[in-house]
């Protein structure tokens, strides 16, 4: 049974920096995609940044050059490094999984349960 736990969410003031970890387990994160995913209040859910069982990477334009994406394959665990924080990065954040090695065309299967991000200005 595959879980992903994300945890390090939090408050923090615009231009701040928060680090988020998904830990895995039931999953071996160097063997596949996986990616970060949010939703704002009122908001469908947006792709934020991917990286897949290599490491290619993909970004949404609005947090390129601040968020970083990455995994410890010897921890087993995703995480994502957000920099210079902005209100509108306020948003619930998923850590995802997929079952293949590639993101083109991800099927994202796996689903944690969402940590929450708050910037305030």
């Known amino acids: 049974q595959v879980q992903l736990v994300e945890s390090g969410g939090g408050s923090v003031q615009a231009g701040g920096s928060l680090r988020l970890s998904c830990e895995a387990s039931g999953y071996i994160v160097s063997n596949y995609c996986m990616g970060w995913f949010r939703q704002a209040p009122g908001k469908e859910r947006e792709r934020v940044t991917t990286i897949n069982s290599g490491t290619y990477t993909t970004y949404a334009d609005s947090v390129k050059g601040r968020f970083t994406i990455s995994k410890d394959n010897e921890k087993n665990t995703l995480s994502l490094q957000m920099n210079s924080l902005k209100p509108e990065d306020t948003a619930i954040y998923y850590c995802?999984?997929?079952?293949?090695?590639?993101?083109?065309?991800?099927?994202?299967?796996?689903w944690g349960q969402g940590t929450q991000v708050t910037v305030s200005s």
């Open positions: 995802a999984g997929s079952p293949g090695p590639l993101c083109s065309r991800a099927d994202f299967a796996y």
